[in-house]
């Protein structure tokens, strides 16, 4: 089936660097990438919407300065955390429609700003 | 405005008793639902959607319009059930899924 890997699994950073994320589909190409954040105990909310050759498409109250969104390719969507600070820390996954399996889902990033 | 609605945050349950986990949603137009079933160390995995009809590993979830539920049931827990559940419809302004906030199953041996 279809699968999108996700890199980095874990990461830790300073504050006031950047960090990349990065998720491939392996065996699809994906046209459109949804990037997720998940706190502890809460729900997945999604960030940003990502299409392929074009700018990313921000949910309310996420900074666009902040999360930059690169989808240069088909298969790959990166992104990139600028200036992190501790309460950037969070889980960020990567999905992708995958024709008629539905959503594939990266592994996860657990990002931690020390 | 859409939303999907898990009420219970843990369900813990013994080996070979029923299971049932309860997902309400709030949606203008046709729904398109799943459940995702996340292991421990694992990657959010599809379960089942609504469309399929079908069951996999036990589990059946029934899309009741009427009561706008998408409940998630196994007859007999097993322990290899022990995860996360999510339910997510499809309805996103980005064609994206919005996410319950997910229950944890533990099944007891």
């Known amino acids: 089936g279809a699968v999108v890997s996700q890199h980095p699994s874990r990461v830790i950073c300073k504050s006031g660097t950047s960090v990349k994320i990065e998720c491939r589909s392996l065996?699809?190409?994906?046209?459109?990438m949804f990037w997720y954040r998940q706190f502890p105990k809460q729900s997945l909310m999604l960030m940003a919407t990502s299409n392929e050759g074009s700018k990313a498409t921000y949910e309310q109250g996420v900074e666009k300065d902040k999360f930059l969104i690169n989808h240069a390719s088909l298969t790959l969507s990166t992104l990139t955390v600028t200036s992190a600070h501790p309460e950037d820390s969070s889980f960020y996954i990567c999905s992708a429609r995958s024709g008629t399996d539905g959503y594939t889902f990266g592994s996860g990033t657990r990002l931690t700003v020390v | 405005a859409q939303r999907v609605t898990q009420p219970e945050k843990l369900l813990s349950v013994f080996k070979g008793a029923p299971v049932e986990l309860k997902c309400n949603y709030s949606?203008?137009?046709?729904?398109?639902l799943f459940w995702y079933v996340q292991y421990s160390r694992q990657r959010l995995q599809l379960l089942l959607r609504h469309i399929s009809r079908e069951s996999i590993k036990g589990f059946t979830a029934d899309l009741n319009k009427g009561e706008t539920s998408f409940h998630l049931k196994k007859p007999f827990a097993q322990e290899e059930d022990s995860a996360m559940y999510y339910c997510a419809l499809h309805g996103g302004s980005q064609g994206n899924l919005i996410f319950g906030k997910g229950t944890k199953l533990s099944v007891k041996p």
């Open positions: 949606y203008s137009g046709s729904p398109e």
């Open positions: 065996d699809f190409q994906a046209t459109t």
